[in-house]
């Protein structure tokens, strides 16, 4: 996981408790603001998350198909 994602997802969850707080003391256009940067952040942090991961299994695949080429 890349310097980006680690920081996109923490500041994703971090928004996302405060939109739930805002939320519960009614403060409601804080809320919904608080609410919708976190779905920014945490959709950034999920998605070079799941590029890592892709880009992890292509380089397996084409190490084992390396090896049984040998």
């Known amino acids: 996981m890349s310097g980006i994602a680690r920081w996109s997802l923490g500041i994703g969850f971090g928004l996302l408790v405060m939109a739930?707080?805002?939320?519960?003391?009614?403060?409601?256009?804080?809320?919904?603001?608080?609410?919708?940067?976190?779905?920014?952040?945490?959709s950034i942090g999920g998605y070079d998350v799941a590029f890592n991961w892709l880009d992890r299994a292509g380089q397996r695949r084409r190490a084992a198909r390396a090896r049984r080429e040998r």
């Open 20 to 42: 739930v707080l805002c939320a519960v003391l009614d403060l409601v256009p804080v809320a919904v603001i608080a609410g919708m940067l976190s779905l920014v952040a945490l």
